[in-house]
Nanobody, 116 residues
Framework: QVRLVESGGGLVQPGGSLRLSCAAS????????MSWYRQAPGKERELVAS????????NYDDSVKGRFTISRDNAMNTLYLQMNSLKPEDTAVYYC?????????WGQGTQVTVSS
C-alpha cells in the first residue's frame, strides 16, 4: 500500500504558474504508474496527465497539452505537475493517483484556484 500527500496548490492569477507535488510513502514508488486527476465543482473527476513507472512516457488531456508537464523523481518518491499559463477553467481540486495491477491509491487532493 502507498500513501500519497499532495501539496503546492493555491490561488494564482490567470497566466500564472504553480507546481504541484505528490509525496509517496509506504511502498515502492517506482512500481506505480502515476497520474494527476482533477475535479471541479459539479463535475466528474478527470484525468489530467499520466507518466509511466520510469518516466519514459507521458500522456496529457488535450485541455492541458503544451501548458502542463508531469514528471517524477523515483529517488525522491515524488510526482510533480508543473502548470503554466493557467486558466480559470483549470480551477479544481487536484489529486494524484498511484496505479498498480493490485489496485490504485489516491491522495487527499490540493485546491488550485485560478482567478483575478
Amino acid at each position: 500500500q502507498v500513501r500519497l500527500v499532495e501539496s503546492g496548490g493555491g490561488l494564482v492569477q490567470p497566466g500564472g504558474s504553480l507546481r504541484l507535488s505528490c509525496a509517496a510513502s509506504g511502498s515502492t514508488f517506482s512500481s506505480y504508474v502515476m497520474s494527476w486527476y482533477r475535479q471541479a465543482p459539479g463535475k466528474e473527476r478527470e484525468l489530467v496527465a499520466s507518466i509511466t513507472r520510469v518516466g519514459g512516457d507521458t500522456n496529457y488531456d488535450d485541455s492541458v497539452k503544451g501548458r502542463f508537464t508531469i514528471s517524477r523523481d523515483n529517488a525522491m518518491n515524488t510526482l510533480y505537475l508543473q502548470m503554466n499559463s493557467l486558466k480559470p477553467e483549470d480551477t479544481a481540486v487536484y489529486y494524484c493517483r498511484a496505479g498498480h495491477s493490485a489496485g490504485s491509491y489516491w491522495g487527499q487532493g490540493t485546491q488550485v484556484t485560478v482567478s483575478s
